[in-house]
C-alpha cells in the first residue's frame, strides 16, 4: 500500500467536514483540560502534601461518573445531544473559571477545590456518554472506528502539549493561569457545535420515555459478551491502571527528586506515545475481544517497564511505551463497543463504558495514593500492571470455550 493510501485510511474520518470542525474545537479545549489536570494535581499537593489527598481529589471528580454516568446514558439516548453538549460544556467553562479565579486572588483553599472538582465530576457524567454516542452522529458507522481511534490520538496530542505548558507556567507564573486558559477553551468546543452543518448529520431516533430502560440496558450488556468482557476489564483496569495523575507526582517529587517541570514531562512522554500507537491503531482498523484482551496484556507489561526504570530519562522512555499502549487499549475497547451495540443502545452502552473508565476512579485513586504514598510511587505502578494482566487475563478465560460453556449454564439456571 503507498504511503498516500495509508495517509487516507489512517485519516479517513478527517475527509467528514464536520468531523473535521468537530476535531479542532475539541484539539483546542482538551490542550486547556490538560492543563488544568496538571495544575489542579500540583495545587492539591502544594496545599496538602499528601499522596492521599491527590487520590481523594480525584475519587470527588469521579464519584459523579460512577453513580451518575448510567443514567446520563438513558438521558444521551433520549435527547438532541448536539444540544446537549454545548450546554453542559458551558457549565464545565464556568468551574474552570471559578477555579481560576480562587487561585490568581491567593484565596483558594483545599475544600473549595475538592467541591469544584465534585461539581465538574456532575458535569462530565453527562458530557463523557454523550460526546461519544455523538461520534456515531458526525461520521456514520462506515467511518466510526476511525474516528474513535482519532479522537484518541487528538486527547493524548493535548496530553502532549497540555502538560509540557502546563509545567512551563506553573514554574514561572503559577497554577491560577491554566485553570483560566481552560475555561476560555470550553468556547471553541462550543463554537464548532454551533457551526456544524445539521442536515450533514446522523442523528439517531430519540429513544422513547419509558420505565426500566436504565434496567433494560444492563441486561442487554450482560447478555452480550462482546459488550460485558471490555466492560468488565475496562472497570479493573480503570481503577487501579489509570491512576497516573495520582502516582506521577510522587514518582516525580519523592523518586527522582523533582518538579511540576518534570511531572509535566513524564505526562507529555506518555501522550508522545500515545499519539504514536494511536495512529498505528488508526490505520490497523483492529477491533472484537481478541484485540481488547492483547491490548491489556501490553498495557500491563509497559506499565511493570515503567516501575522498574531505575532513572529519569529511562523513565520518559518507559512513560512514552505506556502512552502508546494504554491509547491501544482505550481505542480498540471503545470502537469494538461502538460497533457491537445496538444503535438505540449506543448511549447506554457508552455510558457504561465511561463509568468503567472514568468512575472506577474513586475506588483506584486513594487505594494508588495510599500505596504510593507508604510504599512508593513505583509501587503505584505495579499495582496497575499487575491488574491489566490479570483482568486481561479473567477475560481470555471467559471468552475461552470453557468459559463460554460456564456462562451458558448459568443463563439456563437464571432462565
Not at 451518575?68 to 453538549?85: C, Q, T
Not at 462482546?226 to 479493573?236: E, F, K, N, Q
Given at each position: 500500500m503507498s504511503p498516500a493510501a495509508i495517509g487516507r485510511r489512517t485519516f479517513a474520518a478527517l475527509a467528514n467536514p464536520n468531523y473535521r470542525r468537530w476535531y479542532a474545537g475539541q484539539g483546542i479545549s482538551l490542550i486547556g483540560t490538560w492543563m488544568q489536570t496538571i495544575a489542579q494535581g500540583w495545587l492539591v499537593y502544594t496545599l496538602s502534601g499528601s499522596g492521599t489527598a491527590l487520590g481523594l481529589v480525584v475519587a470527588l471528580q469521579m464519584v459523579p461518573v460512577l453513580?451518575?454516568?448510567?443514567?446520563?446514558?438513558?438521558?444521551?439516548?433520549?435527547?438532541?445531544?448536539?444540544?446537549?453538549?454545548?450546554?453542559?460544556?458551558?457549565?464545565?467553562?464556568?468551574?474552570?473559571?471559578?477555579?481560576?479565579?480562587?487561585?490568581?486572588?491567593?484565596?483558594?483553599?483545599?475544600?473549595?477545590?475538592?467541591?469544584?472538582?465534585?461539581?465538574l465530576g456532575v458535569a462530565t457524567a453527562f458530557d463523557n456518554p454523550t460526546r461519544q454516542a455523538f461520534v456515531m452522529e458526525l461520521v456514520g458507522p462506515d467511518h466510526v472506528r476511525n474516528a474513535v481511534t482519532l479522537n484518541s490520538v487528538l486527547v493524548n496530542a493535548a496530553r502532549a502539549v497540555g502538560p509540557a505548558m502546563a509545567g512551563i507556567l506553573i514554574a514561572t507564573v503559577g497554577v491560577s493561569i491554566c485553570f483560566l486558559v481552560n475555561a476560555g477553551s470550553y468556547l471553541a468546543v462550543i463554537a464548532s457545535l454551533?457551526?456544524?452543518?445539521?442536515?450533514?448529520?446522523?442523528?439517531?431516533?430519540?429513544?422513547?420515555?419509558?420505565?426500566?430502560?436504565?434496567?433494560?440496558?444492563?441486561?442487554?450488556?450482560?447478555?452480550?459478551?462482546?459488550?460485558?468482557?471490555?466492560?468488565?476489564?475496562?472497570?479493573?483496569i480503570g481503577a487501579l491502571a489509570y491512576e497516573f495523575q495520582v502516582v506521577?507526582?510522587?514518582?516525580?517529587?519523592?523518586?527522582?527528586?523533582?518538579?511540576?517541570?518534570?511531572?509535566?514531562?513524564?505526562?507529555?512522554?506518555?501522550?508522545?506515545?500515545?499519539?504514536?500507537?494511536?495512529?498505528?491503531?488508526?490505520?490497523?482498523?483492529?477491533?472484537?475481544?481478541?484485540?481488547?484482551?492483547?491490548?491489556?496484556?501490553?498495557?500491563?507489561?509497559?506499565?511493570?517497564?515503567?516501575?522498574?526504570?531505575?532513572?529519569?530519562?529511562?523513565?520518559?522512555?518507559?512513560?512514552?511505551?505506556?502512552?502508546?499502549?494504554s491509547v491501544t487499549f482505550l481505542a480498540v475497547g471503545n470502537s469494538t463497543l461502538q460497533l457491537a451495540a445496538r444503535p438505540d443502545m449506543r448511549g447506554r452502552v457508552m455510558s457504561l463504558w465511561a463509568g468503567a473508565f472514568l468512575g472506577t476512579t474513586p475506588l483506584g485513586g486513594p487505594i494508588a495514593g495510599y500505596v504510593s504514598e507508604t510504599a512508593g510511587g513505583r509501587a503505584g505502578l505495579l499495582m496497575g500492571g499487575v491488574a491489566c494482566i490479570l483482568a486481561a487475563a479473567a477475560g481470555s478465560a471467559i471468552l475461552s470455550p470453557r468459559g463460554r460453556s460456564a456462562l451458558g449454564r448459568v443463563r439456563v439456571r437464571q432462565a
Open positions: 453513580f451518575l454516568a448510567p443514567y446520563a446514558g438513558v438521558i444521551a439516548d433520549r435527547v438532541d445531544k448536539r444540544r446537549m453538549i454545548i450546554a453542559v460544556q458551558a457549565v464545565m467553562g464556568v468551574l474552570a473559571l471559578a477555579l481560576g479565579l480562587l487561585t490568581v486572588t491567593g484565596v483558594v483553599q483545599l475544600w473549595e477545590v475538592f467541591v469544584l472538582a465534585a461539581l454551533l457551526l456544524l452543518d445539521r442536515s450533514a448529520l446522523r442523528p439517531s431516533l430519540p429513544a422513547p420515555r419509558a420505565r426500566g430502560q436504565l434496567r433494560e440496558g444492563l441486561r442487554y450488556v450482560a447478555s452480550t459478551p462482546a459488550l460485558a468482557v471490555p466492560l468488565a476489564m475496562m472497570a479493573v506521577l507526582p510522587i514518582i516525580a517529587r519523592e523518586t527522582f527528586g523533582g518538579g511540576a517541570e518534570d511531572y509535566g514531562f513524564m505526562t507529555a512522554a506518555m501522550g508522545i506515545g500515545a499519539v504514536v500507537g494511536g495512529l498505528v491503531v488508526a490505520g490497523s482498523g483492529r477491533t472484537g475481544t481478541r484485540a481488547v484482551i492483547l491490548a491489556g496484556y501490553g498495557f500491563g507489561i509497559a506499565i511493570l517497564l515503567a516501575a522498574a526504570a531505575p532513572s529519569l530519562p529511562l523513565e520518559l522512555a518507559a512513560l512514552t511505551v505506556v502512552g502508546a499502549a
